[in-house]
């Protein structure tokens, strides 16, 4: 099918650069007949740049309206999680590739992926209305059963966009990374939660990433250094790739990966410390020389405790910030006079000091997703007050000109804030162990899990783990 391009217009934003719409004759797939296409390369608040693409037929008067990333695939996948518990959050904008998966949660309605869609949380739920609408006269006459289901369906979705169902939860998952939902510096904890996550397999697979051609050798260490955030100089002990034998504190192994961005082989470097009065920890780096693909991570051994823990620490001084803190996966992050909420999985496990973790969640904020320096034609000036506000606390939080007391609360108790008075208690620092919840429970999969006695269990179910 050929297409051309039939012109250009030139239209001024809010910046200087000028937004060019391209006009190109394309095939309309309804009649068959020459249509238009309209492109817009621009840049969404918060978020990237993207495509917007809008086509309609002179002809048959047919239109579409979709949106593609204009840039590529992201080293890992992203999940949106909000809660919707007033009208305003209805106009959240949410940007929808053509790789996300998009759910409603509290009717169990999961809209698997299909056309890039730029809209807010109303206009979502409008249009899976009107979709589930299409031949629901047809159901009404064939299958009034399935008709009435639908029906309800349909009428909670409109109670939902209209604001006189609330509150409700949705999520939206996409592999590719490139989907978003618009975040405010008024969200509360627990009301809006962004993840980023390794790609499987078979979501690189899906995404065209996947290539079995170049298998990761059994041994591969690189030939020469590549400095990283963790390591950024040569370690004085040689990298080894034997780990048969007791793995030795301080000692850095090197040993072969799969990349999660590109699916090709890396290396992943590993070194296990000892952190005075809490416990032995591994750091892990990966980088990959293909795509430059890098993650830093912490992770903590050990049984899993009876009880959580939460740290609560008071920072008085600038020397405050210098504190070592580890910050495990499973951890949540607060604090209340910097209106801050880390959820757990965010920033994965960190070892650094107070001051690193504040910077980092600050620049992640700012470059890599909300890049509130580039404005745009869609944000709002109260809107972007708000988070230049919010950024100015952090600044001064980082830079030691405030006070401000910080919450770490650890279902599996494996964070840590260094004493300053180690072994003596820390006046400025509370530990207290707290009782999970039973949601707790089950997002760590320990409802189900049982140690002791299984095998007599397996036997009472019908099934003998005895050799016959």
Aim: charged fraction near 25%; include cysteine; proline fraction near 5%.
């Amino acid at each position: 099918m050929g297409c051309k391009v039939a012109e250009a217009s030139a239209q001024e934003g809010d910046d200087d650069s000028p937004k060019i719409v391209d006009v190109i004759e394309s095939l309309c797939v309804n009649c068959e007949q020459e249509g238009t296409t309209r492109l817009l390369l621009t840049k969404i608040p918060f978020f990237r740049e993207i495509v917007i693409m809008s086509f309609e037929c002179p002809h048959c008067h047919f239109k579409n309206s979709e949106v593609q990333p204009a840039g590529e695939i992201q080293q890992r996948g992203v999940k949106y999680t909000f809660k919707v518990d007033g009208s305003v959050d209805l106009s959240r904008q949410i940007i929808k590739s053509d790789t996300a998966t998009f759910r409603i949660e509290d009717i169990d309605l999961e809209i698997p992926p299909g056309r890039g869609q730029l809209t807010n949380v109303e206009g979502i739920l409008s249009m899976i209305a009107q979709d589930l609408e299409q031949k629901q006269n047809e159901r009404k006459e064939v299958m009034p059963e399935l008709y009435e289901k639908i029906q309800g369906i349909i009428e909670t979705i409109k109670q939902m966009a209209n604001g006189t169902k609330l509150p409700f939860t949705i999520a939206m998952d996409d592999p590719a990374g490139n989907s978003s939902i618009e975040p405010s510096t008024d969200d509360a904890s627990g009301k809006y939660s962004r993840r980023h996550y390794p790609r499987t397999t078979e979501q690189n697979n899906t995404l065209g990433l996947g290539d079995n051609a170049e298998e990761a050798p059994v041994t591969d260490i690189r030939p020469e250094y590549h400095a990283t955030q963790m390591y950024p100089q040569m370690p004085e002990q040689s990298m080894v790739n034997n780990v048969d034998e007791d793995i030795v504190e301080n000692q850095v192994y090197s040993f072969p990966a799969t990349c999660p961005g590109c699916t090709k082989p890396c290396t992943t470097n590993m070194k296990m410390v000892n952190i005075p009065h809490f416990k032995q920890v591994v750091l892990m780096s990966t980088v990959c020389d293909h795509c430059g693909y890098r993650s830093n991570e912490v992770k903590t051994g050990g049984a899993v405790p009876a009880k959580g823990r939460r740290i609560t620490l008071a920072v008085n001084t600038k020397e405050d910030l210098s504190r070592d803190i580890l910050k495990a996966e499973s951890c949540a992050m607060s604090c209340q006079e910097l209106s801050l909420s880390v959820e757990p999985g965010t920033l994965g496990g960190r070892f650094t000091t107070l001051e690193g973790i504040l910077t980092q969640v600050r620049d992640d904020l700012r470059s890599s997703v909300f890049d509130t320096g580039s404005g745009g034609d869609s944000m709002e000036t109260a809107s972007k007050g708000k988070w230049d506000e919010f950024f100015g606390r952090l600044t001064a939080a980082i830079n030691g000109d405030v006070k401000f007391t910080i919450v770490l609360e650890d279902p599996l108790a494996s964070s840590y804030v260094q004493s300053l008075t180690a072994p003596e208690p820390d006046s400025q620092m509370k530990v207290e162990d707290y009782e999970r919840t039973a949601a707790e429970e089950e997002d760590l999969g320990l409802t189900d899990m049982k140690t002791e006695g299984y095998e007599e269990d397996a036997e009472t179910n019908g099934v003998s783990t005895k050799g016959t």
